[in-house]
């Protein structure tokens, strides 16, 4: 309806894998949708380089890119998310969602400035995190004054950091939002959203899959190697496909493309719903552990083309270590794994629940983004 009330072409995709990925490597651009006018505003005050589009997107992958040579990830991830998931549950007799968002925050913190996060700033970052998650999923407004203590904290710890600020701030010039965002972003509040939402989701796969629960104690017992990665990664894999924490992504098609029996025409908005994607609907990781299977589906997981999620290989690492560490530590006792208890506004598991104040909310934004629609339209 968004599309429609622009005069612009739009479809829905979520049967056809061969479309969707053409869709997905034949654009960067996300246009103007669901995610401009409901999850972008919800955003501020900072951006998401997930979101935005063009000069403001080109910059922020440009930089997140020379962030992540920095912080020499490939040799410290590991070690630091290990120690934490030590820490974390020695902490915790039971490991819920807020232990998983804890636990994020303290991995990705100590990544990036190389130093422990406080207990008031690991509070801070975490309610000011589901603030954002809150606003972007239509569950309320958020509280801003919070939002902007987050940025404050962050300019602080950058200004003590082994980051050039001076050099980064002549880069920004006068744009303070796009410098905290290039380090907000992508090293804390995605991963705390997604990173919980993709535990949720698997703790509950695994729970109603226990045979998995069983290889994967088994695994532990019989040390690391190759196939005991590949299967943790085909775990996280298939959580990905059946529970994926973008329920849409969506392209403005630059040119004309097509299957060879359909053609999408340059100009259309393009919707790729994962919430409704027909797929195989059992739990079945091993499928990812054949070559021609990941092939096919791969793109399912963190996207593709220009637009493919730059953080991948780094929230990858994070994801198996933390899995693997959490289920050694605890034992193999999925009693004191339950990762969906206590998570809230998720892009699946609760959010059909939804109270008289958010439904008076989300009905607020639709009618304002249908005013703004029409105006613009009237203005032309």
């Known amino acids: 309806m968004i599309c429609s009330l622009q005069n612009i072409p739009s479809v829905v995709l979520k049967s056809n894998p061969k479309l969707c990925k053409l869709v997905l490597d034949s654009s960067d651009v996300k246009g103007k ?5 409901l999850a972008l505003p919800g ?3 900072i951006y998401n380089s997930e979101s935005v589009d063009g000069e403001r997107w080109r910059k922020l992958l440009s930089i997140f890119r020379k962030l ?15 120690k934490n998931c030590q820490k974390i549950c020695n902490e915790s007799e039971n490991i819920d969602s807020m232990a998983i968002q804890k636990l994020t925050v303290r991995v990705f913190f100590e990544l990036l400035f190389r130093k422990e996060i406080t207990v008031e700033d690991e509070k801070l970052f975490i309610d000011a995190t589901n603030e954002w998650r809150r606003h972007v999923a239509q569950k309320g407004e958020s509280d801003f004054s919070m939002k902007e203590r987050m940025v404050e904290r962050i300019l602080h710890h950058l200004h003590e950091s082994q980051f050039d600020i001076e050099g980064l701030q002549n880069e920004f010039k006068a744009d303070k ?10 090293f804390l509040i995605s991963p705390i959203i997604n990173f919980s939402d993709i535990f949720c989701e698997l703790s509950l796969l695994l729970k109603q899959n226990q045979k998995y629960q069983d290889k994967l104690i088994k695994l532990i017992d019989e040390k690391s190697d190759e196939s005991t990665i590949g299967l943790h990664v085909a775990m996280l894999y298939e959580a990905l496909r059946l529970k994926h924490p973008f329920p849409i992504l ?35 990781p091993e499928n990812w552990l054949n070559a021609d299977y990941y092939k096919e589906n791969s ?3 963190f996207a593709t083309g220009p637009r493919m999620c730059a953080g991948r290989l780094i929230a990858l690492n994070a ?59 009237l203005r032309n």
């Open 319 to 377: 994801l198996e270590v933390i899995l693997k560490e959490l289920i050694r530590i605890k034992q193999g006792n999925f009693e004191k794994l339950k990762m969906w208890e206590n998570h809230k506004v998720s892009g699946r598991t609760n959010d059909q629940a939804a109270s008289i104040k958010e439904l008076l909310f989300q009905v607020k934004m639709i009618f304002k983004v249908f005013k703004e629609i029409l105006m613009k339209r």
């Open 177 to 186: 939002f796009e410098l905290v965002s290039s380090f907000m972003q992508p």
């Open 33 to 37: 949708g669901i995610e401009y006018y």
């Open 43 to 45: 955003w501020n005050p």
């Open 250 to 284: 969506e392209r403005d098609l630059t040119k004309d493309i097509t299957d060879g029996k359909i053609v999408l025409k340059k100009g259309t908005h393009v919707y790729v719903e994962f919430d409704g994607f027909t797929q195989n609907q059992k739990f079945q």
């Open 68 to 82: 992540v040579h920095k912080i020499d990830y490939s040799e410290r991830l590991t070690q630091i998310t290990e």
């Open 299 to 301: 793109w399912f997981l």
